[in-house]
């Protein structure tokens, strides 16, 4: 099942409001808590039963009297598409709901966070976010680029240039700096309490790989993977595929500070202070100790333009970047904006 962070609160304001003494009645409130589909309702019984039957502080009273349900290929197929791992066409959303059209619902459509977006918008939000991404990332590859007259007058250029009108100056020579490209370099978590939003965010950095010339990919969770070749792959399904199959601690534990400095040792040269920026997507829970996500931050700090970091918690109302972790980075970090939907992507513009 799809848990994110969201699912995770609501799951635990479940067990605080109802109790765990009472194995059912506690089933009943996870249930509805984590549930957002028919396939997750009838498989939650058969989980939650065999979960609690091997832990020795099990509910001995749980038994699932409902009818064992085996999941079908297509109900498996639809567990990938809602991962992201298979095609995104209309067929994909089993006529469970309809592709979304029109300004209103496109407005409600980027608004909505990645956590809540239901099975029957999935195909639709996707088909947006590719082409507002797209736009933005064409966008900002041109507003990247060094304008060609250069920013100092060559007086020596000029006085010769002028010399057949009297010497008068009439017109400037400038000198002109060598065009330098702009690299972008994308870190993005894909721990577990990161997996509702960084299927969603992988689609980000598809579309920029796609449109900006000069971009680096990493993603990361107790170590990092480098899936820059993987997401120029023209279809994004396909591409998808690729990167299911190089990452296999998809959805795992969470060493921020760790894959930093594995990403500084390996891949640091790709940054360079006068023409990188660095943007990582994480929600900072980091299990490593907080100075070695501090020290690793300051050295790619320094070596980068600026350093972004897009949290989709900051969408949480009253949230507050007080882990360990998270209060240990903000010293080091030029723009702290969210990444929880599609309007929150989009406002990256502003920041470059």
Known sequence: MPVGVLQTLAAVEAAETVGI???????????????????EWKAFDRLFDAFWSKNKGGFDSVKDQSPRTTITPQQSSDAQVLIGLEGSDASAADNEGVLVSGASAQQRLKKVDFSEVSRADMVALEQLSLRLLRRMSIRLSRRLKIDSQGERVDIRRSIRRNVTRGGELLGLAYKNRKPQKKRLVIL????????????????????????????????????????????????LSEALRKVSQRVPEWAGGTKIGGSLHEFNRRAGRKLSSRTSYLIILSDGWDTGPPESLAAELRSARSRVQKLIWLNPLLGLKDYQPVTRGMSAALAYIDVFAPAHNMESLLALERYF
Request: proline letters at 1%.
């Open 21 to 39: 003494t009472d194995g059912q009645r506690f089933s009943y409130a996870l249930r509805a808590a984590l549930c957002s589909s028919q396939m």
């Open 188 to 235: 993005l978590d894909v721990s577990g309490s990161m997996n509702l939003y960084s299927l969603f965010l992988l689609r980000f950095a598809y579309a920029i790989e796609q449109h900006f010339k000069c971009v680096d990919t990493f993603l990361f969770s107790t170590g990092v993977v480098e899936v820059t070749d993987l997401l120029r792959t023209p279809k």
